[in-house]
């Protein structure tokens, strides 16, 4: 790479502590996380730059693969980026970043054209001649679709499987790049930050390698996270047990600020099946599906709404939620069999087929749904160039927030930001590169830290206190016949995390409310108290040559999902309305001033970069922080 300061030269498995130089591996740009966001980075970067691109499992389990609809532009003649960021602007229900709403909304046409040049075979307007070649489509070609909350047709698709199409086009793509390697199987477990520099800087990740079973330290000149988003810390959830917040949390210890944290998008009907996570497409109400009762088969939201089964999602959400707390079966019943058969043969191929293969044959018995979570619309704060906090460190896609969802996502503009911010980031980050030159990277390698050095120190009680808790809590899930350090455990650390979903889904889901809130806190917090007891029987993930055994690796992944949890919980806590996706049964108004929650570990930031510190257990950016003196809600902005 040239212009580059030579650091590849200073850095040596010797001077990292590393076993052997086949622990190290040295790329340009560290790229954590192969959807969407990552393959659209890694392509539009300079082919000049050494790419590597992580994903934790096999490449086709991540959410862009499985998005169906399409993705949002304004393309029509007839439509406008202005009405574009208007509809947005009306779903994101006053919390939408006014300035990167504009700017990656202005860029969907362009993205979109890009998309079309690396093949992605978009279904086009039917024209008399025959259909074009795919990487000679345009964008006037495209078919658009019209989906909820848009004012115009306006989501560009592939049939009913855009994200598969996308990602098949996109793949090949960066398979065949000289300059780009992908490494299925590779879990990213903590950036690499230097704090030599005030503003720490990112150099890389520990990582480590599934294929082989060995950790591997990555170091880069700059890390890009595109992990995705959270869904999978709850019990039912549309996108792939990847999805589990992993680039939140590096971020947040690395040192980045989070907004938004409390906004999950819950889509109303997911399959509730096993563990599937299936969508049942709105379309289906849309044509007529009745939501019933499964004991008395009455439709529940007649007396809700007057719109009844085709009310906004939140409400259907909402209503399908409160049946499920009273029936006790986890679902409720969606029935189309009224409908004629061969009609939703033809129109609901895909469905149809899921369902019968899962031996529901929807033309004749009800299909059971529940809610399931769909979309974080927060995540690390970034501008619409993917900038972190972190110097040498951007985001894109579901791990991000640009504040383009505000606190709720319209439909189909996730896939265009992964696209429009991946491709800012590729534009933005050479610029990064040259200014290294001017840095001083003389002793580097003496001030690297793993970020996640602290992960295992658990919180206390009064780290949470600005939360009033219960004086006598209940626990709902009694640790006490597992206290024995001995018992350490890939199945008990499973359960804690089944158990984890379980409490997210019915504290922290469509409703919320302070008393439950408070609960699913304590709980976590007993978990947390037990992973530090069982963790003094392991050895120490903590620098950089370690050699993590599965359990520890098992007990770190836990860890996290705990942390994450706490921090999405104490962001719910501290919104004190009702908004887009963030319901709470005991303030159900909105407040009249919108106002984005942006948390940051404030005070223990300062504390460390004060004494620089490494040693000595430094907690200072992993606790889960809402007492008001450490970390708490820095920034309340009125946006738009
Ligand atoms: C069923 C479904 C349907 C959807 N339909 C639409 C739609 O029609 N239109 C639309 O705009 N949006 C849709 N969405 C949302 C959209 O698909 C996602 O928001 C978007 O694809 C996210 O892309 P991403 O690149 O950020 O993350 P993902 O595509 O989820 O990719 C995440 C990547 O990060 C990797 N990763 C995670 N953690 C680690 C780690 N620790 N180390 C290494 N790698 C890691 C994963 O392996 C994966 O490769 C849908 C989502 C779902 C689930």
């Known amino acids: 790479m040239s212009g580059l300061p030579n ?123 025959n259909a074009k070649p795919f990487t000679k489509l345009q964008t006037a070609d495209l078919h658009l679709t019209k989906e909820g909350g848009h004012g115009c047709r306006r989501v560009a698709h592939a049939d009913d499987a855009t994200g598969r199409h996308i990602m098949e086009a996109l793949t090949i793509k960066a398979k065949n790049a000289a300059n780009i390697t992908i490494s299925p199987y590779h879990e990213a477990l903590s950036l690499l930050t230097n704090s030599a520099n005030p503003n720490k800087q990112c150099q890389g990740a520990q990582v480590f390698d599934h294929n082989n079973q060995r950790q591997l330290t990555f170091y880069s000149h700059a890390v890009v996270l595109a992990s995705g988003g959270m869904g999978q810390l709850f019990k039912r959830a549309s996108a792939p047990n990847v999805c589990v917040g992993d680039g939140v949390m590096m971020a947040w210890q690395a040192g980045c600020r989070l907004a938004n944290l409390e906004f999950i998008q819950f889509h109303p009907t997911g399959l509730a099946v096993a563990d599937s996570s299936f969508l049942i497409s709105e379309a289906l109400r849309g044509e007529g599906g009745r939501l019933t009762c499964p004991q008395t088969g009455a439709r529940f939201m007649l007396e809700i709404d007057e719109r009844a089964e085709l009310a906004p999602r939140d409400i259907v959400a909402r209503a399908i939620a409160e049946q499920i707390s009273n029936n006790g079966l986890g679902y409720v019943h969606l029935d189309v069999s009224h409908l004629p058969d061969q009609f939703l043969r033809e129109h609901f191929p895909q469905i ?40 040498g460190l951007y985001a894109a896609g579901e791990v991000a927030y640009t504040g383009l969802h505000g606190a709720n996502r319209l439909a189909s503009n996730s896939l265009l930001e992964c696209v429009v911010v991946g491709r800012n980031i590729a534009a933005d980050l050479p610029r990064y590169l040259k200014a290294l030159d001017n840095l001083d990277t003389v002793d580097v390698y003496d001030n690297l830290h793993l970020s996640a050095t602290a992960i295992w120190t658990a919180p206390t009680l009064k780290d949470i206190q600005a939360i009033k808790l219960p004086s006598s809590p209940t626990i709902l899930f009694n640790l006490s016949h597992c206290d024995d350090t001995d018992i350490i455990t890939h199945d008990y650390a499973g359960k804690i995390v089944t158990e984890l979903k379980v409490l997210m889904t019915s504290y922290m889901g469509i409703t919320r409310n302070a008393e439950s809130l408070e609960q699913t806190l304590i709980q976590i917090l007993q978990w947390q108290q037990w992973l530090e007891k069982t963790r003094l029987n392991q050895s120490s993930m903590s620098t950089l040559d370690g050699t993590i055994t ?91």
Not at 40 to 53: C, D, G, H, Q, R
Not at 565 to 587: F, K, P, W
Request: some cysteine; aromatic content about 6%.
């Open 7 to 129: 650091m590849s030269a200073a850095f040596t498995a010797e001077s990292l502590g590393l076993d052997s130089p086949a622990a190290m591996v040295q790329t340009d740009v560290l790229i954590i996380g192969a959807g969407l966001a990552g393959l659209s980075t890694a392509l539009a970067l300079p082919k000049s730059l050494n790419i590597t691109v992580l994903s934790k499992a096999a490449l086709e389990i991540c959410s862009s693969h499985y998005a169906q609809g399409g993705i949002a532009a304004s393309l029509d003649k007839e439509d406008s980026v202005a009405d574009h960021i208007a509809d947005t602007l009306i779903a994101g229900a006053g919390l939408c970043e006014a300035n990167n709403t504009r700017r990656i909304l202005s860029a969907g046409q362009q993205a979109v054209q890009w998309l079309c040049e690396q093949g992605v075979p978009f279904t086009q307007i039917p024209q008399e001649d």
């Open 352 to 391: 149809y087929q899921t369902l019968f293969n899962l031996g529901i044959d929807m033309t004749r018995e009800p299909i059971p749904v529940a809610p399931t979570a769909h979309y974080s619309c927060g995540g690390v704060v970034t501008d619409a160039n993917g900038v972190t906090d972190v110097t």
């Open 550 to 640: 599965a359990n520890e690796l098992t007990l770190f992944q836990l860890a996290r999902q705990l942390q994450l949890a706490t921090l999405v919980i104490q962001s719910a806590y501290q919104r004190y309305e009702s908004r887009g996706g963030h319901y709470r049964q005991d303030y159900p108004y909105l407040a009249s001033t919108p106002r984005t929650s942006v948390i940051a570990p404030l005070s223990k930031l300062r504390e460390a970069d004060k004494t620089g510190s490494k040693e000595g257990g430094i907690d200072w950016l992993l606790q889960p922080i809402i007492d008001n003196t450490e970390a708490r809600v820095v920034n309340t902005v009125a946006n738009i």
